[in-house]
């Protein structure tokens, strides 16, 4: 059983920041990847960021130069999400894969206004 506690989702203006942190807890021994995916109504499950355990990372182009994600312990990651745009509106969750499976967390709602 693994627990994700997800925090810093909230509204926002155009053109401000926000950063998402995810924590990982539970019985974990391995983790290969953390990322963070985001959900708009109507519309697909997207990939926004990963980081692997090396430090290797992957951005969705729509967020490239704006956001950054990162590992500041073993079992927390975090997206710094910069020059926020209304199309980054969406329930941000978080992803963990581990040798036992993958892990979502319950999702943060990020809301950013015109």
């Known amino acids: 059983q693994v627990q994700l506690v997800e925090s810093g989702g909230g509204s926002v203006q155009a053109g401000g920041s926000l950063r998402l942190s995810c924590a990982a807890s539970?019985?974990?021994?391995?983790?290969?990847?953390m990322a963070w995916y985001r959900q708009a109504p109507g519309k697909k499950r997207e990939l926004v960021a990963r980081i692997s355990t090396g430090g290797s990372t992957n951005y969705a182009d729509s967020v490239k130069g704006r956001f950054t994600i990162s590992r500041e312990s073993k079992n927390t990651v975090y997206v710094q999400m910069n020059i926020l745009q209304p199309e980054d509106t969406a329930m941000y969750l978080c992803?963990?894969?581990?040798?036992?499976?993958?892990?979502w967390g319950q999702g943060t709602q990020v809301t950013v206004s015109s």
């Open positions: 992803n963990v894969e581990t040798p036992w499976g993958n892990y």
């Open positions: 539970g019985t974990i021994f391995s983790i290969n990847t």
